[in-house]
């Protein structure tokens, strides 16, 4: 049972260039979300789904993009990367509202 | 306006002492609960969630939770900690009837047991 996939586990990208993150959950939950992970800050929510071709914004949505086209995939688009995208990311899932969310084991992307 | 707040970014506590890490929430709207640990390089893992009902809740590891509507508080307890527990706690809110459903985690605290 793999749970939550995410890759790559370390990206180093330039100003101005894109990139996706890839996520995968393989326990046919209908939520998935995209935080990100700053020292000190806890996690906050860049976008969010709650079942395939639905998706919305979170609490830091700009300069990111999603989407969903499947139960199983969901997709952290960064089209014009800044030193201010520099975090940690973390994907999770969850089956229904009041379920503990499943994460997966990060991201961590450096823009430089 | 909702929010989680962890007030002890970090906690140290020697091996097989007691510990407790707090968190207060703030909410007009009812709430669930949860807190999560974060071992180094790797994503969260759920340790306990409160819904409703018995207001200590167990979780796993040998932590528990205390919910205390009056005072807006979920601390989370050990009575022996060990080595392996050395990590960062987050204590999180699902904050219903909102937008949406929505979660709000707090700054976590990271315990450090001492051998």
């Known amino acids: 049972n793999a749970g939550v996939t995410q890759t790559p586990k370390f990206r180093i990208l330039k100003i101005g260039q894109s990139m996706t993150l890839q996520c995968a959950q393989d326990m046919n939950h209908n939520y998935m979300y995209w935080y990100r992970q700053d020292p000190g800050m806890g996690l906050k929510l860049i976008y969010y789904s709650v079942g395939a071709g639905i998706t919305d914004k979170g609490e830091v949505p700009n300069g990111y993009n999603v989407s969903r086209s499947t139960t199983e995939d969901f997709p952290l688009r960064l089209e014009l990367a800044a030193p201010s995208q520099t975090s940690v990311y973390f994907c999770a899932s969850s089956y229904q509202t009041g379920d503990g969310y499943t994460f997966g084991s990060g991201t961590r992307l450096t823009v430089v | 306006a909702q929010s989680v707040t962890q007030l002890d970014s970090q906690v140290p506590v020697f091996e097989e002492a007691p510990v407790e890490l707090r968190c207060n929430y703030s909410?007009?709207?009812?709430?669930?609960l949860f807190w999560y640990v974060q071992y180094p390089n790797q994503g969260l893992q759920l340790l306990l969630k409160?819904?409703?009902?018995?207001?200590l809740v167990k979780g796993i590891n040998g932590f528990e939770a205390e919910f205390n509507k009056s005072q807006t508080s979920f601390h989370l307890r050990k009575p022996s900690v060990h080595i392996s527990d050395t990590a960062e706690y987050f204590c999180?809110?699902?904050?219903?009837?909102?937008?949406?459903?929505?979660?709000?985690f707090g700054p976590g605290t990271s315990l450090s047991v001492i051998p």
């Open positions: 909410s007009s709207v009812s709430v669930y």
């Open positions: 409160y819904l409703s009902g018995s207001t």
């Open positions: 999180a809110g699902l904050f219903l009837k909102t937008s949406y459903d929505k979660v709000i």
